[in-house]
C-alpha cells in the first residue's frame, strides 16, 4: 500500500532528508531542518502523490488516507503533549500547500486551525492570556472563511476596521480580548449570512475542508495560469503540510520574521531582514504594522529608531545567526527563512533557496567559492548566464523618479536617455557635435544603421523581439524598446503622440531597454562593473569551457567593447554596413549603376581603399586572433534610395540621369528580396565585387603584419552557398586576388576560405561542399528562415501564438530549434568532418549568444561559437556551464 503521510518532528522523519518531488519544496525542507536538529513544531506532510490520486478518484480521498492522518495527528499530539479538539488545552495547526516550486495561485495558509467556541476557552486559560486566545480565533475565522470557504474577505476586513475605529484604535494590537471576542460575533454572523451554514465547529472537519481546498487549488484558474506561463506539469501536483502551531502572538517576548541569510540585492554576507514583536504569520509581510529590522546595523544604516531584533532580544537573536550560518552550511546556498519566537524560544517555519539580484547571484557564487563553501565550478554553475545581461548594461537609477510615458518590448537591455531624432541623419548630425540622441522610428531598416550606431537608444513603434531594430540594437549593445505601439510617430513633423502627450523633435527621452519602459526626461542612470565578482567568475568560467568565443562585430569600437568582454576573435564581420557609410554610399550607388564591368570597377578602385582602411582597423585590435569576414551579402536594391524625393539628389551624387537611376532601381526590384539575388549570388554575377573585397583584406592583413608582427588570421566567408560549385568559383576569385596581393607585397599571410552554411542544401550537401571550404560557419538567423520557411521579419505576427500552442517551445529565433534546424547543423557537421576532418565549425546567427544554442553547440563540439559583444561574457559562462554538464 503507498504510504501518503509523512511526519517529521521530535526526532521522526519519515521523508528521510527530503524529497521535494514527493514532499513538495516546503514539506522537504522542513523535513529536512527537522532532521538535522534544529527546532521545528512538529507536523507532517500529505505527499504530492496523493493530489494525482484525488483526480484519479473524482476529487476524493481512499479510506486509507483517513487513517494515515489520524496517526499524523496523534504524532504531533505526542510531542506537544496537547489534543486536537480538546476543550481544555486544544492542539492548534496550521494547514500549508507545497508544490515542488514554490507557486502562487496555490491555497494560502490557514493558520490556528482547531479553534472552535469551546477550544478558545480553553486556549485562553492555558495561556493564560485571553486576548491571544480570541485574537488567534479572529483570525482563524477570517483565513478560513477567505481561503477555504471562499467567502468575500472584504466584509472581515470591514467588520475590522469598524471595531478599530469604534475603539479609537489604529493598530490590532491595541484591541483588547473582549474587542476581538466581539468581532468573532460578527465574523460568525457573516459567515451564516454568506454561506448559509454556521461556521464549522468540528475540527475534523476544519481539517478536512483545508486539505480538500489544498488539493482543490491546485486546478485553480490562477495556479493554471502560472503553470503555463512557467512551464510546470499539470501532474506534479502539491503536498500538504499540517503543522503544529507556535505563537508570535503570544506578548511582548514573542514574535515573527522573515529573513536572508545574506542581502538578496547586493549578495553581502549581513544578515538581512524584519520582524515584528506579537505578531503571527504574514503580518511582517502584510504591512499590517511597520516591522523592525533583524539586525542593530540595518537599523542605524536606516536610521530608525524601533528597536532590531539584536538589541531586542538579543539572546534568541543569536540563536537564529547560529542556525542561519548552520543551514547555509547545510544548504550551501543562501538561504530565505521564516521563524518564530513563542516566548523567547526560536522555531524554524521555512527555509529555502532566496531569490537574488544577477549583482547578488555573482557575488554570493565568488564569496562562497572564495570561503571554501562550494567550488569554483558550482559557482561557475550557479549564475544564470542569461542574468548577466543585466549587469553589462548600465541601468536606471532605482532611486531616480520617472514620468513613464508608455512601455513597449524589452528589446536590447541597458538604458539610454538623449534628444529625441525621427531620422538617422540626424542622429548622425547631431551624435558628432557630441550630443546625446534617441534614435526614434515607425520601424528601422538597414539604411537607418549609421544612425542607429550614433544614437544611445532606439525606439520604434512597430516590430517584434526578433525585428530589424532589434537585433541590430542588441549585436551593437545599444538599449533599444522596440514595438511601442500606441506611440503615433509623425516624422515630417518631427513629432510623436502618446496618450495625449506630445513629444517634438529634440526633448528629451529616456528608455528601459531591460523593462520596455519609455520616459520623458532624462532618468540617471548607474554604470556597470565589470571588474571585481564579475572579472573572477569570469575567469572561472574560462577555466572550465572547451568552446572559444568569438564575436559578431563590424566596427573598431565594437571589436574593442567584444576583446574588453573577452571575445577571442570575429566569428561574423558583415562588410554591408561599411557600405552605408555616408562617405562611401556614393561610390556604392555608382557601382550598381554603372552598365558594365568597366563601369562597377572603377566605382570598386574608389572604395578598395575605404575597405581596406576598416579592415585595417579590425585587424589591430584583432591582432593575431582569427576574423571572419564575410562578403557583400544584401541584394544590391538595398543600397538604392526608397523613397521618391531622394532620387534627383541621389542621382546627381551618383552623376546619373535620374531616369537611369529609376529605372535601374525598378530593374533590381524584387518580389522576394531574402531569396532573391544576394550573398555569393551577386559574387557569381559580379566576381568584381567579391575581389575587390578580398583584395582590401589582404592588403590590410599584410599591412597590420608588417606594422604590429602580429598577423591576424582573415577567414574570408562566402555566403548563401548551396552548391559545391558556388564556392569553387568563389574561392577562385579569392584565391587570385591573393595570390595577387602576395606577389605585389612580396609576403603572404595565412588565411581560410569557407562558407556560411545557411541553407538546408547546403547542410545536406556538406561531404562536398566540404572538398573547398576550409570552415562551416553556421548562419542560424537564415538557416532557421529557410528551414522553417518562416520569414524572420513577418514573424512577429505569428509567432507568439506558435510559442503559445506549443508548436516551437521558443522563439525559434532567438533559441535554436534544436530538433530541426539542430539535426542540420548535425548531420552539415558530420559530412563536413568526413571529407575534412580538421574542418573549422562555428556558429554566428543570433543564437550564439543563446544559452541553451550554445549548450547544443557544445554536445556536437562545434570549435567556437560567436555572439554581438554585448552578449560575449553570456556565451563564456554558457560555454563553460555546457563544459560541466557533459562532464555530468
Ligand atoms: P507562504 O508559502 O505563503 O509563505 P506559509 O505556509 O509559509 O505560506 O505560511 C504563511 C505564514 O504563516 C508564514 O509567515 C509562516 O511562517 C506562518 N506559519 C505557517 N505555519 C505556521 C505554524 N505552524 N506556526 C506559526 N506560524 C506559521
Ligand atoms: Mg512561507
Ligand atoms: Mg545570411
Not at 558550482?378 to 510615458?405: C, G, I, N
Not at 530589424?468 to 505601439?485: F, K, Q, T
Not at 556614393?586 to 554603372?594: E, N, W, Y
Not at 514573424?795 to 530541426?820: M, N, Q, W
Request: with cysteine; glycine share 10%; hydrophobic share 40%.
Amino acid at each position: 500500500m503507498t504510504q501518503y503521510v509523512y511526519r517529521f518532528g521530535g526526532g521522526v522523519s519519515d521523508g528521510g532528508r527530503g524529497d521535494k518531488n514527493l514532499l513538495g519544496g516546503k514539506g522537504a525542507n522542513l523535513a529536512e531542518m527537522a532532521s538535522i536538529g534544529l527546532p521545528v513544531p512538529p507536523g507532517f506532510t500529505i505527499s504530492t502523490e496523493m493530489c494525482t490520486r484525488y483526480y484519479e478518484e473524482g476529487q476524493a480521498f481512499p479510506d486509507s488516507l483517513r487513517a494515515e492522518v489520524a496517526n499524523g495527528i496523534a504524532h504531533i499530539e505526542g510531542i506537544t503533549g496537547k489534543r486536537f479538539g480538546d476543550a481544555a488545552d486544544p492542539l492548534l495547526v496550521s494547514v500549508r500547500s507545497g508544490a515542488r516550486v514554490s507557486m502562487p495561485g496555490m491555497m494560502d495558509t490557514v493558520l490556528n486551525l482547531g479553534l472552535n467556541d469551546e477550544t478558545v476557552v480553553g486556549l485562553a486559560t492555558v495561556s493564560g492570556d485571553e486576548r491571544f486566545a480570541w485574537d488567534s480565533y479572529r483570525r482563524f475565522i477570517q483565513m478560513y472563511s477567505d481561503v477555504v470557504l471562499e467567502l468575500d474577505h472584504g466584509r472581515f476586513e470591514e467588520a475590522l476596521e469598524i471595531a478599530k475605529e469604534d475603539n479609537g484604535h489604529y493598530l490590532d494590537t491595541d484591541l483588547t480580548a473582549d474587542d476581538w471576542k466581539r468581532l468573532v460575533d460578527e465574523y460568525k454572523s457573516i459567515v451564516q449570512e454568506l454561506w448559509g451554514k454556521p461556521f464549522p465547529q468540528d475540527v475534523h472537519d476544519q481539517l478536512w475542508g483545508a486539505v480538500g481546498a489544498v488539493f482543490g487549488s491546485w486546478q485553480s484558474e490562477r495556479a493554471k495560469v502560472y503553470r503555463k506561463l512557467n512551464n510546470i506539469p499539470g501532474d506534479w501536483g502539491t503536498a500538504v503540510n499540517v503543522q503544529a502551531m507556535v505563537f508570535g502572538n503570544m506578548g511582548d517576548t514573542s514574535a515573527t520574521g522573515v529573513a536572508f541569510t545574506r542581502d538578496p540585492s547586493t549578495g553581502d554576507a549581513a544578515y538581512y531582514g524584519e520582524f515584528l514583536i506579537n505578531a503571527q504569520g504574514e503580518d511582517v509581510v502584510a504591512g499590517i504594522r511597520t516591522p523592525q529590522y533583524l539586525t542593530r546595523a540595518a537599523r542605524e544604516t536606516a536610521g530608525a529608531k524601533p528597536m532590531s531584533m539584536e538589541e531586542a532580544m538579543p539572546e534568541t537573536y543569536a540563536e537564529l545567526a547560529s542556525v542561519f550560518d548552520l543551514l547555509e552550511r547545510h544548504y550551501r546556498d543562501m538561504q530565505d527563512i521564516e521563524f518564530t519566537v513563542e516566548r523567547a524560544k526560536l522555531w524554524m517555519l521555512q527555509t529555502r533557496s532566496g531569490k537574488r539580484t544577477a549583482k547578488a547571484a555573482l557575488k554570493i557564487a565568488v564569496d562562497m567559492a572564495n570561503d571554501g563553501l562550494i567550488t569554483r565550478e558550482e559557482a561557475v554553475a550557479r549564475v544564470d548566464p542569461s542574468a548577466l545581461d543585466q549587469l553589462l548594461h548600465p541601468t536606471l537609477d532605482p532611486a531616480a523618479p520617472r514620468d513613464v510615458l508608455t512601455k513597449g518590448l524589452p528589446a536590447s537591455p541597458g538604458a539610454a536617455s538623449g534628444a529625441v531624432v525621427f531620422d538617422a541623419d540626424t542622429a548622425e548630425r547631431r551624435a558628432e557635435l557630441g550630443e546625446a540622441v534617441i534614435l526614434v522610428r515607425i520601424e528601422t531598416s538597414p539604411e537607418d544603421i549609421h544612425g542607429m550606431h550614433a544614437a544611445r537608444g532606439i525606439l520604434t513603434a512597430r516590430g517584434g523581439m526578433t525585428s530589424h531594430a532589434a537585433v541590430v540594437a542588441r549585436g551593437m549593445g545599444r538599449p533599444c524598446v522596440s514595438g511601442a505601439g500606441t506611440l503615433s510617430i509623425n516624422p515630417r513633423e518631427r513629432r510623436f503622440t502618446v496618450g495625449g502627450r506630445e513629444v517634438r523633435e529634440g526633448d528629451i527621452l529616456t528608455i528601459d531597454g531591460a523593462t520596455g519602459e519609455v520616459m520623458l526626461g532624462a532618468v540617471p542612470t548607474v554604470q556597470p562593473e565589470l571588474a571585481g565578482d564579475f572579472g573572477t567568475l569570469m575567469e572561472w568560467a574560462d577555466q572550465v569551457r572547451r568552446l572559444k568565443v568569438r564575436t559578431n562585430a563590424e566596427t573598431p569600437l565594437d571589436c574593442r567593447t567584444a576583446r574588453d568582454f573577452g571575445a577571442e576573435g570575429i566569428g561574423l564581420c558583415r562588410t554591408e554596413h561599411m557600405f552605408f557609410e555616408s562617405s562611401r554610399i556614393t561610390s556604392v550607388r555608382q557601382m550598381i549603376l554603372a552598365e558594365d564591368e568597366k563601369g562597377r570597377r572603377a566605382a570598386l578602385d574608389k572604395l578598395l581603399p575605404e575597405q581596406r582602411a576598416d579592415f585595417i582597423e579590425i585587424f589591430e585590435v584583432m591582432a593575431g586572433l582569427p576574423v571572419t569576414i564575410r562578403l557583400l551579402d544584401p541584394p544590391l536594391h538595398e543600397f538604392l534610395p526608397h523613397e521618391e524625393a531622394e532620387f534627383a539628389e541621389v542621382a546627381e551624387a551618383a552623376g546619373v540621369g535620374i531616369e537611369t537611376l529609376k529605372r535601374r532601381a525598378s530593374e533590381l526590384h524584387e518580389v522576394n528580396p531574402m531569396l532573391g539575388h544576394r550573398g555569393c549570388r551577386l559574387g557569381v554575377s559580379y566576381p568584381e565585387i567579391y575581389e575587390m573585397q578580398a583584395r582590401a583584406i589582404f592588403e590590410a592583413a599584410i599591412e597590420v603584419a608588417v606594422k604590429s608582427g602580429a598577423a591576424p588570421i582573415p577567414e574570408v566567408m562566402i555566403p548563401l552557398v548551396a552548391t559545391r560549385r558556388e564556392l569553387e568559383l568563389m574561392k577562385a576569385v579569392v584565391d587570385q586576388a591573393a595570390q595577387a596581393v602576395f606577389a605585389e607585397k612580396g609576403r603572404t599571410v595565412e588565411y581560410l576560405v569557407g562558407t556560411m552554411i545557411e541553407l538546408p542544401r547546403a547542410a545536406l550537401k556538406a561531404r562536398e561542399i566540404a572538398e573547398i571550404g576550409e570552415f562551416f560557419s553556421f548562419g542560424t538567423n537564415d538557416l532557421t528562415q529557410t528551414t522553417l520557411g518562416v520569414s524572420r521579419d513577418d514573424a512577429a505576427r505569428f509567432l507568439g501564438t506558435y510559442v503559445d500552442k506549443g508548436i516551437y517551445a521558443r522563439d525559434p529565433f532567438v533559441s535554436l530549434d534544436i530538433e530541426g534546424v539542430g539535426e542540420l547543423i548535425e548531420i552539415a557537421a558530420e559530412r563536413g568532418r568526413a571529407t575534412r576532418p580538421d574542418i573549422k565549425l562555428g556558429i554566428c546567427g543570433e543564437h550564439g549568444g543563446d544559452p541553451a544554442s550554445i549548450a547544443f553547440c557544445e554536445t556536437i563540439g562545434l570549435d567556437y561559437v560567436s555572439a554581438s559583444p554585448y552578449r560575449v561574457p553570456i556565451a563564456r559562462l554558457a560555454a563553460a556551464q555546457a563544459a560541466l554538464k557533459g562532464r555530468g
